[in-house]
């Protein structure tokens, strides 16, 4: 299962925190499916890679909620926690960057907490998106603000590597996945 983090509806669609969606849909897109329909909180679709399975989910609850969503999903499909991957935005990444983790600390995150708080464990993969930090201002209003003209082609560039680093990990496993993409 693939849940990318973001906020819903209209005034949010293309800002820096909604970069885990902006690589949902991206995925959806190779493996020829939208995730477009309502399920669990969410925006919720499922496709195959290979021959394997993957359910692909867009939590509509607002980023600092997410974990009701995903213990929704979760519970449903029975999903184990090392098959879930929590795609999110990272100011301590430029731009650019991903890094790709086993389980771990939230960072401040928030959507990430509400997630470890409602699955009772920290312990799920997540693939962390770098959006760079401001140099002056407010990191609320920065990761609420869209991408800058002038950074569009590092946005689709990491997004095109967010999308390979997901293929390697449904298919080889987290282990190569961390090697080749941190």
């Known amino acids: 299962m693939i849940i990318g983090l973001g906020n819903p509806g209209e005034r949010y669609i293309k800002t820096r925190h909604n970069i885990g969606f902006m690589v949902v849909d991206q995925f959806a897109s190779r493996l ?3 995730c477009n329909t309502r399920k669990f909180q969410s925006l919720f679709s499922k496709g195959m890679l290979e021959s394997e399975g993957v359910a692909l989910l867009k939590p509509q609850t607002f980023m600092n909620v997410s974990g009701v969503a995903v213990k929704e999903a979760i519970g449903m499909y029975k999903c184990v926690l090392q098959d879930l991957m929590v795609i999110c935005d990272d100011l301590d990444l430029p731009l650019g960057k991903i890094r790709i983790k086993r389980g771990g600390g939230s960072g401040g ?6 997630i470890a708080t409602h699955l009772g464990s920290a312990d799920f993969p997540r693939l962390r998106v770098g959006i760079g930090r401001p140099s002056a201002g407010n990191p609320r209003d920065y990761v609420l603000s869209p991408f800058s003209k002038e950074e569009e082609v590092a946005l689709a560039e ?5 999308c390979q680093a997901l293929h390697m990990w449904i298919l080889e496993g987290i282990d190569v996945c961390m090697n080749k993409f941190n």
């Open 109 to 114: 995150h928030r959507g990430l907490v509400s």
């Open 32 to 34: 020829g499916t939208v």
């Open 158 to 162: 990491v997004l095109e590597k967010a």
